[in-house]
């Protein structure tokens, strides 16, 4: 069965600089990733999504993200970070197969951007 | 706003009553989706639909849950005879699924249920 593990319940990174979130995952064939951020009161929101092609995939809010098949990983980045981003971050993944699967999501890694 | 509603955003009940959650996703979305979120946790996939027809329950959804949609558009989850153990954040979401579609899903901001 297909299933994520976010190893930090927690990051937290001083306002300009770089961060990651980390994301591994297991399933069986080639998965879609996803990267999804709730905010206080909100639904979860899209961020950016690897289905085939560059392992880099870059999204929403000057995200990307880098998908490592040898690690089975999908690390969250940003170059700079800015106190909005501090919110809850999810990585969720999908097997592809006939009929189709449903997501299946992190426990989430909260990030605290300190100004 | 053409997103994803959910109807009520929260809901206080006493255990052994019944609840209702409604939720309209995007209009041209065919597929849709109800998770459960609890603290501390990712959502937990429950149940989804394409169009009309329930294509797939999770064991999270025991018989006290049923979820229908019956015209293909808006859903309804029921939790009969609640449980404390069933407070939690219930999510909706929709996506456009064809062939070879990613999944990405629109989530609603979720009905969030408290049982005394």
């Known amino acids: 069965a297909q299933s994520v593990a976010q190893p930090e319940d927690q990051v937290k990174v001083a306002e300009g600089n770089p961060l990651t979130v980390k994301c591994t995952y297991s399933?069986?064939?080639?998965?879609?990733l996803f990267w999804y951020v709730q905010y206080p009161n909100r639904g979860l929101q899209f961020l950016l999504k690897y289905i085939t092609g560059d392992n880099l995939v870059k999204g929403s809010y000057g995200f990307e993200a880098e998908f490592n098949k040898s690690q089975t990983s999908f690390h969250l980045k940003k170059p700079s970070a800015l106190v909005s981003d501090s919110a809850l971050y999810f990585c969720a993944v999908r097997e592809p197969r006939s009929g189709n699967t449903p997501l299946v999501f992190g426990k989430g890694t909260r990030l605290s951007v300190i100004a | 706003d053409t997103g994803v509603s959910q109807d009520p955003r929260h809901k206080i009940t006493k255990r052994g009553q019944n609840v209702t959650f409604r939720c309209d996703p995007i209009?041209?979305?065919?597929?849709l989706y109800w998770y459960r979120q609890t603290l501390g946790q990712g959502p937990e996939f429950l149940t989804y639909?394409?169009?009309?027809?329930?294509?797939?329950k999770s064991r999270l959804l025991s018989d006290r849950f049923s979820a229908e949609r019956p015209k293909g558009s808006f859903s309804t989850l029921e939790i009969q005879r609640t449980e404390q153990g069933d407070s939690a954040m219930y999510l909706c979401?929709?996506?456009?699924?064809?062939?070879?579609?990613?999944?990405?899903?629109?989530f609603g901001e979720g009905s969030r249920l408290t049982v005394l």
């Open positions: 399933v069986s064939g080639n998965p879609y």
């Open positions: 209009s041209e979305h065919n597929r």
């Open positions: 979401a929709s996506s456009l699924w064809t062939s070879g579609e990613s999944g990405e899903l629109f």
């Open positions: 639909f394409q169009n009309e027809a329930q294509l797939e």
